[in-house]
DNA sequence: GTCTATAACGCGATAGAC
DNA sequence: GTCTATCGCGTTATAGAC
């Protein structure tokens, strides 16, 4: 297992990344804030490069075997989407460097743990996608085009970091019913929808 | 006005930073791609830091125009809504490469532009949220939260050219459409809706 | 306006003393 | 496990010839 000198120097690199990105982060900075001189680092782990990919890669499974666990669940395709909501939601408030690292740096990986990652993250939008087409045809969901609504949903969840980390009032469950219902029921209130009669 | 050649320099830049990071494109990389040597771009710009100032202060004034421009006309809070979907889409196609610059890269203008760029920003937000808030008080819109929802509908639009630049057959038109349906009319099926009674 | 040459500096990583 | 010292390389930017 990862020593806690280790898993402090990730934490604290995730953090440093997420601020001020991989590139403009360097070793010396990195060594500043944890009050040793770079060339300890090297004690603890084996290149820069080897820090990015355990920030992200562990992420990067924690996203695929959940949805793989709620794609086995025997409930609505809207109850689905609102547990995978639930999920980003509380990613993005209890591991919220991670994500930001996740999101904003793997093009700085390495050629094959890039590969990897765009294959869980392919992967993930693909089932995504399933989820959302079965729920038309079961005429639970109903929408224009498919893959722009997997696009729209998952590059709020995605980004919610931005936006969550200038926030402290906010409470999670709070934060989950009103994207769940924002993004599965939208904003127009009923009424006037009903006079555009759009839908 | 700007020589031809300053301009081509400034777009062979923002296609560059968009694709490999401001930080990972190399004064060398951006000559190699135009042609000439390195020493050479200085004829025509004062720094690298420029270059990405002049990308993201153009477009950021352009949108502060455009909502500024939209507030003043005397239309439904729902086609006001859609003037900025619409507008948001067509930056996306019609300036790809500056639009992904401003919204991965302004971390990295210099201090006096990254102010002003903050504060056009959060100009933009906050007439942004007056007007989905005007919308609630005239009953035109219904949401738990008018922040998150500003946060959740921007979240896409800045973030649709990491999916528009993987599509190649969809329509302007079509996109639109689709956008403006979806964050505002949601995607869950009218007679699901009644059911739920969530609504 | 482009070139060659180079200054001045910061980077990731290593060697070896303690 | 942390240190000092340093290597080798890449970076932005400038000087001056053509």
Redesign the pocket.
């Known amino acids: 297992m990862k020593?806690d000198?280790k898993s402090q120097i990730i934490q604290t690199a995730a953090k440093l990344f997420r601020e001020h990105g991989?590139?403009?982060?360097?070793?010396?900075?990195?060594?500043d804030k944890?009050?040793?001189?770079?060339?300890?680092?090297?004690?603890?782990?084996?290149?820069?490069?080897?820090i990015l990919a355990e920030i992200i890669m562990d992420l990067a499974f924690d996203f695929t075997k959940h949805i793989d666990a709620v794609e086995q669940k025997e409930i609505s395709i809207i109850d689905k989407l609102k547990e995978i909501i639930q999920m980003h939601v509380q990613t993005t408030i209890y591991k919220t460097d991670s994500l930001a690292c996740m999101n904003k740096e793997w093009k700085h990986l390495g050629e094959e743990k890039q590969e990897i990652f765009l294959e869980l993250r392919g992967k993930y939008e693909a089932k995504f996608l399933q989820m959302i087409k079965r729920g038309i045809e079961k005429g639970e969901l109903d929408m224009k085009n498919a893959e722009i609504t997997v696009f729209s949903i998952l590059s709020t969840l995605r980004t919610l970091y931005h936006w969550y980390s200038n926030q402290s009032v906010i409470k999670e469950q709070e934060l989950i019913n009103t994207l769940q219902h924002n993004l599965l029921f939208g904003i127009v209130a009923v009424e006037t929808a009903h006079k555009i009669n759009l839908k």
């Open positions: 020593s000198r991989y590139n403009s982060v360097s070793m010396r900075d990195l060594a944890l009050g040793i001189k770079a060339a300890s680092l090297y004690n603890h782990i084996k290149s820069k490069e080897e």
